[in-house]
């Protein structure tokens, strides 16, 4: 049986590390992307290495392209040609009115939420497709339940990112579903992570509980649970789906 690898972006916190444990336990070797905090991918990088797996933390802006490449080209020769991919790297940005939307946060917002899906997807696809001489493998976007609530008075912009993420995850999941490769997406919720602090509202999930019909946020480890899900061959004839993570949101 084929080891698999995975990369998953953005796992230095929340749910790209919650996703990194959990894929270190059933046994994936893992690149572990991250843009700044180097000391807590090396974290995560530790505790995938203490269930006996082999893990790499690997610094890339993924909303660069040369980046992206880069980071591809290391995990090839570092860990061996990968299996799995975790587009889960995203922001937001200071909660906004789309009147006081200015054109460099829009230009940060797709390229960091949409440009690096898109780019990691081509990156992985030359490698996983079975008609190119690849083992096949599996793509979980990280979307949000933005997508579908359009999240307005906050982040209109982050929401209509997350719809180009569903589109992205229906359209490819369609151009390679006969060349092995299965894409599927999760749509979070409000999940307890440092993110609404970087939007300016630290306490977010807190305020906006009340209306979740689960009366609580999410954490990324139930998250994660989805991921793996979709990633694992129990998921073998899903593709083109998405799981919405929100506690009925
Ligand atoms: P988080 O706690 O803020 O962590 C973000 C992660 O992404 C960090 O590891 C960060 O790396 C990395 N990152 C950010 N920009 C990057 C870039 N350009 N290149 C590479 N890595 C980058 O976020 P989170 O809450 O776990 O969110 C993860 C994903 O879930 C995002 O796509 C987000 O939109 C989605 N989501 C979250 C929620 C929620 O309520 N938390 C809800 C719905 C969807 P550094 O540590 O190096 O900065």
Same mark, same amino acid.
């Given at each position: 049986?084929?080891?698999?690898?995975?990369?998953?972006?953005?796992?230095?916190?929340?749910?790209?590390?919650?996703?990194?444990?959990?894929?270190?336990?059933?046994?994936?070797?893992?690149a572990?992307?991250?843009?700044?905090?180097?000391?807590?991918?090396?974290? $995560?990088?530790?505790?995938a290495?203490?269930?006996?797996v082999?893990? !790499?933390?690997?610094?890339?802006?993924?909303?660069?392209?040369?980046? $992206?490449?880069?980071l591809?080209?290391?995990?090839?020769?570092e860990?061996?040609?990968?299996?799995a991919? $975790?587009?889960?790297?995203?922001i937001?940005?200071?909660?906004?009115? !789309?009147?006081?939307?200015?054109?460099?946060r829009?230009?940060?917002?797709?390229?960091?939420?949409?440009?690096?899906?898109?780019?990691?997807?081509?990156?992985? !696809?030359?490698?996983?497709?079975?008609?190119?001489?690849?083992?096949?493998?599996?793509?979980?976007?990280?979307?949000?339940?933005?997508?579908?609530?359009?999240?307005?008075?906050?982040?209109?912009?982050?929401?209509?990112?997350?719809?180009?993420?569903?589109?992205?995850t229906?359209?490819?999941?369609?151009?390679?579903?006969?060349?092995?490769?299965? $894409?599927?997406?999760?749509?979070?919720?409000?999940i307890?992570?440092?993110?609404?602090?970087?939007?300016?509202?630290?306490?977010?999930?807190?305020?906006?509980?009340?209306?979740?019909?689960?009366?609580r946020?999410?954490?990324?480890?139930?998250?994660?649970?989805?991921?793996?899900?979709?990633?694992?061959?129990?998921?073998?004839?899903?593709?083109?789906?998405?799981i919405d993570?929100?506690?009925?949101?």
């Amino acid at each position: 049986m084929t080891q698999p690898i995975a990369l998953i972006t953005g796992a230095s916190r929340g749910i790209g590390a919650a996703t990194a444990q959990l894929l270190a336990q059933r046994g994936y070797d893992l690149a572990i992307n991250y843009q700044h905090n180097a000391a807590a991918a090396n974290e $995560v990088v530790a505790a995938a290495h203490s269930h006996g797996v082999r893990a !790499v933390a690997i610094q890339a802006d993924v909303s660069q392209e040369s980046d $992206v490449v880069h980071l591809f080209k290391r995990i090839d020769d570092e860990l061996g040609t990968i299996t799995a991919l $975790v587009n889960n790297a995203g922001i937001v940005q200071p909660q906004t009115r !789309v009147e006081w939307i200015t054109e460099d946060r829009l230009d940060l917002m797709y390229r960091t939420n949409v440009n690096s899906a898109f780019l990691c997807c081509r990156e992985a !696809v030359t490698r996983m497709a079975t008609d190119k001489g690849g083992q096949g493998g599996a793509i979980v976007n990280v979307s949000s339940a933005a997508s579908r609530l359009g999240a307005p008075n906050e982040y209109v912009d982050y929401a209509a990112s997350k719809a180009a993420v569903d589109a992205l995850t229906k359209g490819l999941s369609l151009e390679v579903a006969a060349q092995g490769i299965r $894409v599927n997406a999760v749509r979070p919720g409000l999940i307890e992570t440092e993110i609404h602090a970087s939007g300016g509202e630290p306490d977010r999930v807190a305020r906006m509980a009340p209306a979740i019909p689960m009366q609580r946020g999410g954490t990324a480890e139930e998250v994660a649970q989805s991921i793996a899900w979709l990633l694992s061959d129990e998921a073998s004839y899903i593709t083109g789906s998405f799981i919405d993570a929100a506690g009925g949101r």
